[in-house]
């Protein structure tokens, strides 16, 4: 089976590159420079000619800030590209899976959020994943959207690698503590995105489409994340740094963040039987890699 993942360097196209060959799948990276998103005939065109069983729709505009102050680019390439995603993959007649985001949401529920809760994007990033979301569903039934959270990995930027960053040159961060979420792995996420596509492939039961939410077990505050980044940092190098817990005040930014965004994964598990570790393994596992093992019998 050969999947056409758009995307190049992203963090999540990169772990399905390293993962694709031991699932036995085929894998082609459909990208800029031949594929931008902004550009609706390179997108069919690069699409055809990658001749796919299934397409991923993994690249996207990220930078949640930035959005803020450039709203036509992150729609033109979350709302408007993936529209041409959607419409090659029905034009082609594969499978197409579209990763989405906990930030459609509003976070005002106490509760994880379900996939048939209502959405109230604060955000432009948020609003345009959003809008996404429909360009895919206007444009083929035969879609899984995935919407997963705070993906992090060895690849990419990302929150653990900002906070590895930081803590070359300082010994204190002041972390939000009253946003929740799911602290996601890209390289678990590319493991389901895999087996999800080899699902879809041979499998038409209607009830394996629609939208899902992918995301790690457990859930964390920014700060509880942040600790557990510091945690492994001081077991592999010994280098102590502390999170001073603040709250989203004490943190301004352009953009609103959800103060609750964790996904409930329940309908994944019971339709797939697919559930992600642990989000603190996962963050061990990509400390080792990294920084490398955990130094054995050294304390705090
Ligand atoms: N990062 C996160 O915390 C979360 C991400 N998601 C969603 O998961 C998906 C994957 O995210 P992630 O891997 O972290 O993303 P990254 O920010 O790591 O990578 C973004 C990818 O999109 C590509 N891209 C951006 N603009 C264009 C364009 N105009 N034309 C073609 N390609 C473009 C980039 O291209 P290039 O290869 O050229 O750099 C890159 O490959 C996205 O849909 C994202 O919205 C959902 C929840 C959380
Ligand atoms: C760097 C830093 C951030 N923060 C806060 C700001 C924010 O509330 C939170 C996370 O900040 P970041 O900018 O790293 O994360 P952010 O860009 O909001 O991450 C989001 O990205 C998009 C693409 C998604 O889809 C979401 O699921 C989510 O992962 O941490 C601190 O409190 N202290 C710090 O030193
Ligand atoms: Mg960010």
């Known amino acids: 089976m050969r999947i056409a993942v758009t995307g190049k360097q992203g963090q999540v196209v990169q772990a399905m590159v390293e993962q694709a060959s031991s699932l036995g799948v085929e894998l082609t990276t459909v990208g800029r420079p031949e594929m931008d998103l902004t550009d609706e005939a390179s997108v069919s065109r690069a699409l055809v000619a990658a001749k796919p069983d ?27 590209g993936v529209g041409a995603v959607a419409r090659a993959a029905a034009q082609i007649g594969v499978p197409l899976l579209h990763l989405s985001t906990d930030y459609v949401f509003d976070g005002s529920k106490a509760a994880s959020y379900i996939e048939d809760d209502a959405t109230g994007p604060l955000s432009v990033y948020g609003a345009s994943k959003l809008e996404g979301e429909r360009q895919v569903a206007d444009a083929t039934d035969n879609h899984a959207i995935l919407r997963t959270a705070w993906v992090y990995s060895a690849n990419g930027a990302n929150f653990l690698k900002t906070m590895l960053r930081l803590a ?36 038409p039961d209607q009830r394996l489409r629609g939208i899902f939410h992918l995301a790690a077990e457990g859930e964390a505050s920014w700060a509880d994340f942040a600790r557990e980044i510091f945690n492994g940092l001081e077991q592999r190098t010994g280098k102590l740094v502390t999170v001073r817990p603040i709250s989203t005040s004490d943190y301004p930014t352009p ?5 609750n965004s964790r996904l409930s994964t329940d309908k994944l598990d019971a339709t797939y039987g697919i559930s992600l570790p642990h989000w603190q393994a996962s963050t061990t596992a990509v400390l080792d890699r990294l920084i490398g093992q955990a130094r054995k019998g050294e304390t705090a």
Do not use: C, M, W
């Open 54 to 80: 299934v397409i991923v729709s993994a690249a996207a505009y990220t930078a949640v800030d930035k959005a803020e102050s450039e709203p036509e680019l992150a729609f033109a390439v979350n709302a408007v």
């Open 255 to 259: 953009a609103k963040r959800p103060q």
């Open 168 to 203: 070359e040159s300082r010994d204190e961060v002041g972390v939000v503590a009253d946003q929740f979420g799911r602290p996601t792995s890209a390289h678990d996420i590319a493991d389901a995105l895999i087996r999800i596509a080899l699902r879809l492939k041979s499998d």
